[in-house]
């Protein structure tokens, strides 16, 4: 009886902990016959090896993750994803036991216990010193440090490890995050150098202000205001650590789904959707404020528009042919002496980068030109083609005229020589 009693204890416990975690306001509830689906899925035999249909998946997504499943569904995610992927991600190490890791002692132990208190202060999960929450999310990110010793602990990654924590135990947490890190490309924004997320914040979402919003980005630049002044947070924590989180679980289901690409999304159109109210702002202090502080408090409507305009979007494209000068980008950086200072580089990197996007530039003229010629040719062609069309009506009806011509000569002789022997000698009777 004391057993059983222990048992249920404990498993109300585990109960009103889920509570505590799941606590947030829901930004896009899910419907019943939603959850049916989700559940289904889930429950299919030997899902991990079963690949389903991706618009099926989309379309769930689209219509809500119940929050009780959120963590599982996150799970299956990174399983379809992993069943897509023709050449799965190595790295030497990853199988290690996440028990055996947190058996090992890691450099990163003072910077992580640091962090504990700034990650989600407010939650009542995390808010506790050396609680539960705490405890739980200090274990996760030990062992990551000691998983990957390239990228150790970096600021920002507590909130990504906080989000898994409120969704999932700490193993499932340990699984995620190495999903997250190798096989979505994650880590690259952690390293100690930091020179990969001021790529990707500075060229990749810049380029893609520039492609999607020219107003608004002239309006940042002429205020010289780049990415790294307001999206470097939204990259490291994942949006996690100054918007409702609500919001950020809605973009982590994005980013299961569809990967890295997804932050751009999310960036793009929070920026894009506010347009208009970052363009009454006159100063560089007041439109990184209001991107930076007011920008997340804008209420769940607003911040759910935003997540159905990232299902819409489709940036592979672009992003792709943003990943071939990041690399250019890379060769030089790699290329560059040993001398140079990191402001150098940086330097070096942003000559490298304007000379890139000028580039750019013109092959997009170049391209512009050429449709143009393309649709000048096209109108061309279609003006050729309807001649053709009208010569062969002509033709055709120039045909008819002939035949008929032709039979009536025809007939004409034929009366002609119904006639000539009446008309004949007379010697010849």
């Not at 020179?195 to 002239?218: A, G, V």
Request: charged content about 25%; glycine content about 4%.
């Amino acid at each position: 009886m004391e057993q059983e009693n222990q048992k249920l204890q404990a498993s109300e416990s585990d109960l009103q902990n889920k509570r505590l975690k799941l606590g947030y306001e829901e930004l896009t509830p899910c419907l019943k016959d939603v959850t049916v689906v989700w559940e289904q899925m889930l429950e299919t035999p030997g899902r991990t090896k079963v690949q389903f249909d991706i618009e099926k998946i989309h379309s769930a997504v689209w219509q809500g993750v119940p929050r009780s499943h959120r963590g599982e569904i996150w799970r299956f995610l990174s399983e379809q994803h992993l069943l897509r992927q023709r050449i799965p991600c190595r790295h030497t190490g990853r199988d290690a036991s996440y028990r055996d890791l947190l058996g090992q002692i890691t450099s990163q132990q003072h910077a992580i216990l640091i962090d504990l208190g700034r990650t989600f202060p407010t939650h009542p999960y995390f808010s506790a010193k050396h609680g539960l929450g705490q405890r739980s999310l200090y274990n996760l990110l030990k062992a990551y440090s000691l998983l990957d010793s390239e990228v150790g602990y970096c600021q920002g990654l507590s909130f990504v490890a906080g989000v898994l924590l409120l969704h999932m135990d700490e193993e499932e947490a340990f699984s995620m995050l190495t999903f997250l890190m190798y096989d979505l490309g994650l880590r690259r924004q952690y390293r100690p150098d930091m020179i990969i997320l001021q790529l990707f914040s500075r060229s990749r979402l810049s380029r893609l202000l520039h492609d999607y919003h020219r107003e608004l980005y002239c309006h940042l630049e002429n205020h010289n205001i780049g990415p790294s002044l307001y999206a470097t947070p939204w990259f490291l924590t994942i949006f996690s650590s100054h918007f409702p989180l609500g919001f950020v679980a809605r973009v982590f289901d994005m980013l299961f789904l569809q990967g890295s690409e997804a932050i751009f999304k999310v960036a793009l159109s929070l920026l894009g959707s506010h347009k208009p109210l970052i363009m009454q702002q006159n100063s560089l202090e007041a439109i990184v404020d209001f991107i930076k502080s007011t920008l997340p408090k804008l209420g769940l409507v607003q911040m759910e528009k935003t997540i159905n305009q990232v299902l819409e979007m489709d940036l592979s494209k672009q992003l792709q042919a943003y990943e071939v000068e990041y690399h250019v980008l890379q060769d030089q950086l790699f290329e560059a002496p040993a001398s140079l200072s990191q402001q150098q580089k940086a330097a070096q990197l942003e000559r490298a980068n304007r000379c890139l996007r000028q580039q750019n530039l013109d092959l997009l003229e170049e391209l512009q030109v050429a449709h143009a010629k393309l649709d000048s040719l096209e109108t061309n062609v279609a003006e050729l083609l309807s001649r053709e069309g009208n010569l062969h009506q002509k033709i055709g009806a120039l045909e008819l005229e002939r035949d008929s011509l032709l039979k009536m000569v025809a007939q004409l002789q034929a009366e002609h020589r119904d006639h000539a022997p009446a008309n004949g000698d007379p010697l010849d009777a």
